[in-house]
Protein backbone atom coordinates (compact mmCIF):
# COMPACT_ATOMS: atom_id res chain seq x y z
CA UNK A 1 0.00 0.00 0.00
CA UNK A 2 0.74 3.41 -0.33
CA UNK A 3 1.65 5.24 2.22
CA UNK A 4 1.67 9.53 2.76
CA UNK A 5 3.41 11.52 5.63
CA UNK A 6 1.36 13.96 6.74
CA UNK A 7 4.33 15.78 8.93
CA UNK A 8 4.63 19.51 7.44
CA UNK A 9 1.36 18.97 5.65
CA UNK A 10 -0.46 22.02 7.57
CA UNK A 11 2.18 23.99 7.42
CA UNK A 12 2.69 23.39 3.29
CA UNK A 13 -1.33 24.04 2.93
CA UNK A 14 -1.06 27.29 4.74
CA UNK A 15 1.54 27.88 2.93
CA UNK A 16 -0.54 27.09 -0.63
CA UNK A 17 -3.58 28.86 0.88
CA UNK A 18 -1.53 31.99 1.16
CA UNK A 19 -0.32 31.70 -2.67
CA UNK A 20 -3.36 31.41 -3.55
CA UNK A 21 -5.21 34.58 -2.11
CA UNK A 22 -2.08 36.44 -3.41
CA UNK A 23 -2.84 35.15 -6.87
CA UNK A 24 -6.62 35.90 -6.13
CA UNK A 25 -5.74 39.46 -4.91
CA UNK A 26 -3.75 40.42 -8.10
CA UNK A 27 -5.00 43.33 -10.47
CA UNK A 28 -4.84 42.66 -13.94
CA UNK A 29 -4.77 45.34 -16.94
CA UNK A 30 -4.98 45.83 -20.57
CA UNK A 31 -4.40 48.60 -23.06
CA UNK A 32 -6.17 49.56 -26.40
CA UNK A 33 -6.46 52.53 -28.94
CA UNK A 34 -9.34 55.10 -29.65
CA UNK A 35 -9.55 56.42 -32.78
CA UNK A 36 -12.16 59.44 -32.57
CA UNK A 37 -13.77 61.16 -34.95
CA UNK A 38 -15.37 64.40 -34.93
CA UNK A 39 -18.99 63.50 -34.04
CA UNK A 40 -20.82 65.90 -36.71
CA UNK A 41 -18.60 64.42 -39.22
CA UNK A 42 -17.87 60.72 -38.15
CA UNK A 43 -16.48 59.67 -41.96
CA UNK A 44 -13.73 63.06 -41.90
CA UNK A 45 -10.67 62.23 -43.45
CA UNK A 46 -8.96 62.60 -40.57
CA UNK A 47 -9.61 61.78 -37.05
CA UNK A 48 -10.25 64.30 -34.40
CA UNK A 49 -7.71 62.16 -31.97
CA UNK A 50 -6.09 58.90 -31.06
CA UNK A 51 -6.05 58.13 -27.41
CA UNK A 52 -4.59 55.26 -25.81
CA UNK A 53 -6.96 53.50 -23.25
CA UNK A 54 -5.73 51.18 -20.27
CA UNK A 55 -8.34 49.35 -18.20
CA UNK A 56 -6.96 48.29 -14.89
CA UNK A 57 -9.30 45.77 -12.64
CA UNK A 58 -8.43 44.99 -9.00
CA UNK A 59 -10.01 42.41 -6.69
CA UNK A 60 -9.00 42.03 -3.02
CA UNK A 61 -10.35 38.81 -0.62
CA UNK A 62 -10.47 37.88 2.66
CA UNK A 63 -8.41 34.75 4.30
CA UNK A 64 -11.23 33.02 3.56
CA UNK A 65 -10.93 34.02 -0.39
CA UNK A 66 -14.41 35.91 -0.04
CA UNK A 67 -14.49 38.78 -2.09
CA UNK A 68 -13.71 41.95 -0.06
CA UNK A 69 -13.63 44.51 -2.81
CA UNK A 70 -12.99 45.06 -6.58
CA UNK A 71 -12.48 48.39 -8.50
CA UNK A 72 -11.88 49.42 -12.13
CA UNK A 73 -10.23 52.52 -13.47
CA UNK A 74 -10.32 53.78 -16.95
CA UNK A 75 -7.74 56.40 -18.36
CA UNK A 76 -6.77 57.68 -21.17
CA UNK A 77 -4.45 59.89 -22.96
CA UNK A 78 -4.15 61.61 -25.92
CA UNK A 79 -0.84 60.13 -28.09
CA UNK A 80 -1.18 62.25 -31.16
CA UNK A 81 2.07 63.90 -31.52
CA UNK A 82 0.95 67.49 -32.90
CA UNK A 83 -0.54 68.28 -29.58
CA UNK A 84 1.66 69.78 -26.96
CA UNK A 85 2.43 68.34 -23.72
CA UNK A 86 0.37 70.38 -21.84
CA UNK A 87 -2.84 69.45 -23.79
CA UNK A 88 -1.98 65.72 -23.02
CA UNK A 89 -3.65 65.18 -19.69
CA UNK A 90 -4.65 61.86 -18.39
CA UNK A 91 -8.33 61.26 -18.31
CA UNK A 92 -9.35 59.17 -15.16
CA UNK A 93 -13.35 57.04 -14.49
CA UNK A 94 -13.19 54.91 -11.87
CA UNK A 95 -16.04 51.98 -10.43
CA UNK A 96 -16.06 49.96 -7.50
CA UNK A 97 -17.98 47.28 -5.39
CA UNK A 98 -18.04 46.57 -2.07
CA UNK A 99 -20.45 42.99 -1.05
CA UNK A 100 -20.68 44.64 2.67
CA UNK A 101 -22.42 47.46 1.34
CA UNK A 102 -24.32 45.66 -1.49
CA UNK A 103 -23.32 48.55 -3.88
CA UNK A 104 -21.67 49.26 -6.58
CA UNK A 105 -20.03 52.84 -7.78
CA UNK A 106 -20.21 54.22 -10.91
CA UNK A 107 -17.96 57.32 -10.69
CA UNK A 108 -15.59 56.82 -7.65
CA UNK A 109 -13.26 54.22 -6.48
CA UNK A 110 -15.03 53.70 -2.98
CA UNK A 111 -18.79 53.11 -2.39
CA UNK A 112 -18.28 55.32 0.56
CA UNK A 113 -17.20 58.22 -1.23
CA UNK A 114 -18.46 60.52 -3.50
CA UNK A 115 -17.37 61.98 -7.74
CA UNK A 116 -17.83 62.62 -10.85
CA UNK A 117 -16.33 62.21 -14.51
CA UNK A 118 -15.33 64.89 -16.77
CA UNK A 119 -13.08 64.40 -20.42
CA UNK A 120 -9.98 66.60 -18.78
CA UNK A 121 -9.03 68.18 -22.79
CA UNK A 122 -11.38 70.48 -23.71
CA UNK A 123 -11.48 69.94 -27.49
CA UNK A 124 -12.34 66.43 -26.72
CA UNK A 125 -15.56 67.23 -24.85
CA UNK A 126 -18.88 66.33 -26.86
CA UNK A 127 -17.36 63.31 -28.98
CA UNK A 128 -18.65 60.62 -27.02
CA UNK A 129 -15.16 59.47 -25.28
CA UNK A 130 -17.02 59.76 -21.91
CA UNK A 131 -19.91 57.72 -23.25
CA UNK A 132 -17.27 54.95 -24.18
CA UNK A 133 -15.27 55.07 -20.74
CA UNK A 134 -18.58 55.04 -18.48
CA UNK A 135 -20.21 52.11 -20.59
CA UNK A 136 -16.98 49.77 -20.12
CA UNK A 137 -17.38 50.30 -16.00
CA UNK A 138 -21.69 49.80 -16.89
CA UNK A 139 -20.57 46.31 -18.07
CA UNK A 140 -17.78 45.27 -15.46
CA UNK A 141 -20.37 46.15 -12.81
CA UNK A 142 -23.22 44.17 -14.67
CA UNK A 143 -21.70 41.06 -12.88
CA UNK A 144 -22.99 42.15 -9.46
CA UNK A 145 -26.83 42.90 -11.20
CA UNK A 146 -28.68 42.55 -7.59
CA UNK A 147 -26.25 45.24 -6.13
CA UNK A 148 -27.56 49.02 -5.34
CA UNK A 149 -26.64 51.62 -7.64
CA UNK A 150 -24.62 54.22 -5.31
CA UNK A 151 -26.41 57.76 -6.10
CA UNK A 152 -24.47 60.19 -8.51
CA UNK A 153 -25.13 64.20 -7.28
CA UNK A 154 -25.01 66.63 -10.07
CA UNK A 155 -24.14 69.78 -8.54
CA UNK A 156 -24.38 73.59 -10.51
CA UNK A 157 -20.74 73.85 -10.65
CA UNK A 158 -20.09 71.21 -12.92
CA UNK A 159 -22.39 72.34 -15.81
CA UNK A 160 -23.22 75.78 -17.50
CA UNK A 161 -25.63 76.78 -20.05
CA UNK A 162 -23.45 75.30 -22.94
CA UNK A 163 -22.81 71.65 -21.63
CA UNK A 164 -25.79 70.97 -18.72
CA UNK A 165 -28.03 69.06 -21.18
CA UNK A 166 -25.12 67.35 -21.98
CA UNK A 167 -23.81 66.40 -19.12
CA UNK A 168 -27.82 65.29 -17.77
CA UNK A 169 -28.02 63.06 -20.86
CA UNK A 170 -24.72 61.34 -20.09
CA UNK A 171 -26.01 59.77 -17.03
CA UNK A 172 -29.48 59.05 -18.29
CA UNK A 173 -28.66 56.87 -21.87
CA UNK A 174 -27.18 55.06 -18.63
CA UNK A 175 -30.58 54.13 -17.53
CA UNK A 176 -30.02 56.99 -14.06
CA UNK A 177 -33.06 58.54 -13.77
CA UNK A 178 -32.82 61.95 -11.39
CA UNK A 179 -34.47 64.24 -8.70
CA UNK A 180 -33.34 68.09 -9.72
CA UNK A 181 -33.38 70.52 -7.33
CA UNK A 182 -34.47 73.36 -9.54
CA UNK A 183 -36.15 73.70 -12.73
CA UNK A 184 -32.82 74.57 -14.69
CA UNK A 185 -32.07 71.33 -13.88
CA UNK A 186 -28.12 72.43 -13.15
CA UNK A 187 -28.29 69.39 -9.98
CA UNK A 188 -29.79 66.72 -8.11
CA UNK A 189 -29.21 63.17 -7.35
CA UNK A 190 -30.01 60.12 -9.06
CA UNK A 191 -32.43 58.05 -7.26
CA UNK A 192 -31.92 54.61 -5.95
CA UNK A 193 -32.23 51.89 -8.67
CA UNK A 194 -30.31 48.15 -8.83
CA UNK A 195 -27.38 47.52 -11.43
CA UNK A 196 -29.24 45.22 -13.50
CA UNK A 197 -31.73 48.16 -14.49
CA UNK A 198 -28.63 50.35 -15.87
CA UNK A 199 -28.17 50.53 -19.69
CA UNK A 200 -24.91 49.70 -22.17
CA UNK A 201 -24.71 51.65 -24.80
CA UNK A 202 -23.28 51.84 -27.94
CA UNK A 203 -24.11 55.23 -29.54
CA UNK A 204 -20.13 55.39 -29.33
CA UNK A 205 -19.30 53.42 -32.21
CA UNK A 206 -21.05 56.41 -34.67
CA UNK A 207 -17.80 57.64 -34.43
CA UNK A 208 -15.09 55.84 -32.23
CA UNK A 209 -13.24 53.00 -33.36
CA UNK A 210 -11.16 50.46 -31.46
CA UNK A 211 -7.95 49.37 -32.11
CA UNK A 212 -5.33 46.76 -30.64
CA UNK A 213 -2.40 48.33 -29.58
CA UNK A 214 -0.09 46.26 -32.02
CA UNK A 215 -2.45 47.31 -35.08
CA UNK A 216 -2.07 51.13 -34.03
CA UNK A 217 1.93 50.55 -33.78
CA UNK A 218 1.79 48.61 -36.86
CA UNK A 219 -0.23 51.64 -38.71
CA UNK A 220 2.73 54.15 -37.12
CA UNK A 221 5.44 52.43 -38.20
CA UNK A 222 4.03 52.07 -41.72
CA UNK A 223 3.05 55.24 -42.27
CA UNK A 224 6.44 56.27 -40.62
CA UNK A 225 8.23 53.69 -43.40
CA UNK A 226 6.18 55.61 -46.13
CA UNK A 227 7.03 59.12 -45.02
CA UNK A 228 10.68 57.80 -44.97
CA UNK A 229 10.45 57.28 -48.44
CA UNK A 230 8.47 60.90 -50.23
Known sequence: PCVISNYGSE??????????????????????????????????????????????????????GAL??????????????????????????????????????????????????????SYLKGHRIGTYLMNEIVKWVQQWPEATVNTVTLLSSQSDSVNKARRNRFYEQFGLLFDYDDPEQTKGSSREMLVKQLNAVDTWKKNISVHSMQDYLARVLFESENFSFE
Open 68 to 121: RAAKICMSCRVIDKQFSRKEHRTTYFHGAYDPSFGMVSLTASSVTTGGYVVIEN
Open 11 to 64: RHSKTINKVALKKMDQSNSNVCVLEVRAVDQPEGIAPLAWLMVERCVEFRHDAN
